[in-house]
């Protein structure tokens, strides 16, 4: 069965330090991956998705950039976090199709001071 | 633009039935689905709908009608455990979620 990991599950950074969050998926090949935030009241808001490995779409214009170092591996990564980029964020996989449920990972919570 | 309405917030009693709304506005249509995610978790996966009716899974239950760009989820023999966020989310021409920012229920004894 498919397993999705995502660490750290919580992390408390200061404004202007760099940040990356890491998401592997287990038991499936070339996935297509998403990365959400998640704001308190809020929808979901799709940040990246990738569909395959050095292949990231970027959805909201923003200082975050993502990953894809190899096929099962997703990154979000910041150079300078803002107090805006706190939020709960969730990676998710789904089937290559592009018309498969998508799964999501156990979510980091971030909190930028 | 695309949109996702859903009620923000709903109250019920354990034992009984609600019916949680959603109504879409998207560029296209490739789906419907409903998500349950509970305080401070990843939202987990409850049902699909592509074509008209009903889909039925236990005491889960969720209508689609296209034409009225309208779906809800109805819970029967509602728990306590069914405390919960509810969210729809449609996918739209180009296969990507669009998210509405969910129903908070509220289950009382």
């Known amino acids: 069965s498919q397993t999705i990991h995502q660490w750290p599950a919580t992390l408390v950074q200061p404004v202007g330090s760099p940040l990356s969050l890491e998401c592997t998926v287990e038991?499936?090949?070339?996935?297509?991956l998403y990365w959400y935030r998640q704001a308190a009241g809020r929808g979901l808001q799709l940040l990246f998705y990738s569909v395959g490995i050095g292949q990231i779409s970027s959805e909201v214009p923003q200082n975050l950039s993502a990953s894809r170092p190899q096929d099962r591996q997703f990154i979000l990564s910041s150079k300078k976090l803002l107090l805006s980029d706190s939020g709960f964020y969730l990676c998710a996989w789904g089937g290559q199709q592009g018309s498969e449920t998508q799964y999501f990972g156990p979510g980091t919570r971030l909190l930028v001071l | 633009g695309q949109n996702i309405d859903q009620p923000t917030e709903m109250t019920a009693t354990e034992g009984a039935i609600v019916q949680i709304n959603c109504t879409y506005q998207t560029s296209g249509f490739n789906g419907l689905f409903w998500y349950q995610q509970h305080a401070g978790e990843a939202p987990t996966f409850l049902s699909y709908?592509?074509l008209d009716g009903l889909e039925e899974k236990g005491r889960f239950s969720s209508f689609l009608s296209r034409s009225k760009g309208y779906s809800y989820l109805l819970l029967k023999e509602l728990q306590m455990k069914d405390s919960a966020s509810y969210l729809c989310a449609v996918r739209d021409s180009n296969y990507q979620l669009i998210w509405g920012a969910g129903t908070k229920l509220i289950i009382k004894p």
């Open positions: 709908n592509v």
């Open positions: 038991g499936t090949s070339n996935p297509n």
